[in-house]
């Protein structure tokens, strides 16, 4: 008998099970954060407001070219048309930061909101893992197409979700607690330069500890496919109940 001819083991298909488990859990990840893109986006506009800033000293100018690449890469996904949810975020931010400086004269409050935004997320997977509805679960349930199921139907998952946000909590907070440090004693330039090499590495870490804690995890529970499904029932059963009719007359 020949490799081929051999019948799949439990082993095997278990094997194959995991690597399509860790295969779609990487490939929701991706789309929920926003990939190698996404980042370019976070990091981007940040990265030329303190590069400018660090050469000439004139918040004016940096404001302006950090709001303006932040617009161009909007407007780029538009064009493309290319989901823009990640961008338009990062304008936002950008603008707020932008906004914030302009009334106080002071560059380093460009990145205060930022900073605000960062610990109240930390916050808030903290806050809601403990009431028991963790915030990474609310964010990528839609995106395995579970939606809620996971926390009344899905223990292992529910498990999970807690874990992922924990890290992702506990992994802000130290972020939080280098930076606003910083905010007070370093001056503009060097919390720039801190905060852009703070962007990726702890987002990459707590996305990797996601994607651990998930691909071990029991499957999603398709929601959509179960509502298709019992749509698709009561449809057949309403033909039988019409051709049981017309039988018996």
């Given at each position: 008998m020949t490799s081929l001819d051999k019948p799949t083991s439990d082993t095997d298909r278990t094997d194959q099970q995991e690597?399509?488990?860790?295969?779609?859990?990487?490939?929701?990840?991706?789309?929920?954060?926003?990939?190698?893109?996404g980042m370019v986006e976070t990091v981007l506009p940040g990265l030329l407001f303190v590069t400018i800033f660090t050469i000439n000293k004139d918040l004016h100018t940096s404001a302006i070219a950090a709001l303006a690449?932040?617009?161009?890469l909007v407007a780029v996904r538009l064009i493309r048309k290319d989901t823009v949810k990640h961008a338009f975020s990062g304008v936002f931010g950008v603008a707020f930061g932008v906004v914030f400086a302009m009334m106080t004269g002071n560059a380093k409050d460009f990145y205060l909101p930022g900073m605000i935004y960062t610990l109240g997320l930390a916050l808030a997977y903290i806050v809601t893992t403990i009431a028991g509805v963790p915030l990474i679960g609310l964010i990528l349930g839609p995106v395995f197409?579970?939606?809620?199921?996971?926390?009344?139907?899905?223990?292992?998952?529910?498990?999970?979700?807690?874990?992922?946000?924990?890290?992702?909590?506990?992994?802000?907070?130290?972020?939080?607690?280098i930076l606003f440090p910083l905010y007070w004693w370093a001056d503009t330039a060097q919390l720039g330069w801190v905060l852009v090499a703070l962007k990726i590495p702890p987002f990459l870490l707590a996305v990797y500890l996601t994607w651990v804690f998930l691909a071990k995890a029991p499957p999603p529970i398709d929601v959509f496919a179960e509502m298709e499904a019992e749509e698709q029932a009561e449809k057949v059963r309403k033909e039988e109940a019409v051709a049981a009719r017309n039988t018996e007359a």
């Open positions: 690597a399509d488990a860790k295969a779609v859990t990487e490939a929701a990840l991706f789309e929920a954060f926003g990939g190698v893109r690449v932040s617009l161009v197409k579970e939606n809620l199921s996971w926390r009344t139907r899905n223990p292992g998952r529910k498990k999970a979700y807690a874990k992922a946000s924990w890290a992702w909590g506990l992994i802000l907070l130290a972020k939080c607690a």
